[in-house]
């Protein structure tokens, strides 16, 4: 679907979207490039983050502007996904009072893709008026000049005091579904982000920057995942840990399981493997804690991560 947005006047050499600005919410949430670097959900993250800054809230305006060092906070337009030269689609670009403007690479997971930065990098050195470089992730610093960083938790902050009951709404999503703060219930688990959330900020608690990690899941049966989770690495290791969700049963019943896994080393506490199908025949270590009857919580994810053997792992 296009995402259609009303025009505005704008200073020359500002890449040309072909797409005008929308302040339907709905309309934009719904809009997705495939040729973008950004995720769906990334993309989702963005549009509503766009959608309150077109709507002029100056608080949230004035904390990028103040992250990539701009005089001003009078913000103009703000593109979701627009179109870099022959270089692919930014994730969101803000142009302030005067011409100057920010990019914005927004992550919503660790060890993101950033191999397309050099190029966009280039193609900003040729717009008028200066531009600036932000990553928008979990971490407030980034070592990747001249991209400065930014976190969610600071969008947070800047939107929290607003008594919009919508901005209300999106600050609850970015702490569940975006920074993992807050229990999850099983159909939370399998129809948000929330449980990938809280398993990223349940590794990321217990193992820092020691750890990177992606959301994964099973292929799916019936619009359903028997396996959903998040695969992590330790010390620049293998991708070789899991932790999430399983559904022991084909076809799936209503019941899952909280469950570790290792393809190396094993686990303290281990259980059988469960039924195992494609790809997960390659991890022999497991423990659970048994079937989820209640919220999902992320001393849950604790006690699991405590039984890996973290010394083994880094050997």
Not at 82 to 100: H, I, K, M, N, S
Request: some cysteine; aromatic content about 10%; proline content about 6%.
């Amino acid at each position: 679907m296009q995402n259609r947005r009303a025009r505005f006047a704008v200073p020359p050499a500002i890449p040309d979207t072909g797409r005008v600005t929308e302040n339907n919410l709905f309309s934009m949430l719904s809009a997705y490039r495939p040729g973008s670097v950004a995720s769906p959900f990334e993309n989702y993250c963005t549009s509503g983050l766009a959608y309150f800054l077109q709507r002029g809230h100056r608080m949230l305006a004035a904390l990028f502007a103040h992250t990539a060092g701009l005089s001003t906070s009078d913000l103009v337009i703000a593109e979701v996904q627009p179109r870099l030269g022959d270089v692919g689609y930014a994730d969101l670009l803000l142009t302030f009072e005067g011409g100057d403007r920010i990019l914005v690479e927004v992550q919503t997971e660790s060890g993101a893709n950033e191999a397309h930065l050099p190029a966009f990098e280039a193609d900003a050195a040729q717009w008028s008026g200066q531009a600036r470089f932000i990553i928008l992730g979990l971490k407030e610093e980034v070592d990747r000049a001249p991209w400065v960083g930014m976190s969610w938790l600071q969008v947070v902050e800047a939107l929290e005091d607003d008594p919009d009951p919508l901005v209300a709404q999106y600050v609850d999503f970015v702490l569940k579904d975006v920074l993992g703060l807050g229990d999850v219930s099983l159909d939370q688990a399998i129809t948000t982000n929330r449980l990938s959330a809280l398993g990223a900020a349940a590794v990321r608690r217990a193992f820092g920057d020691r750890a990177i990690y992606q959301n994964s899941a099973s292929r799916p049966l019936g619009g359903k995942y028997r396996y959903l989770g998040t695969t992590f690495a330790l010390d620049d290791g293998p991708m070789q840990y899991w932790i999430g969700i399983v559904n022991e049963q084909v076809p799936l019943s209503e019941h899952y399981h909280l469950m570790l896994a290792s393809k190396e080393p094993a686990l303290r506490e281990p259980v059988a493997q469960p039924r195992a199908t494609g790809d997960w025949k390659e991890w022999p270590h497991w423990t659970g804690l048994g079937r989820v009857v209640r919220p999902i919580s992320i001393e849950n994810y604790e006690r699991l991560l405590a039984r890996l053997d973290t010394e083994s792992a880094a050997n």
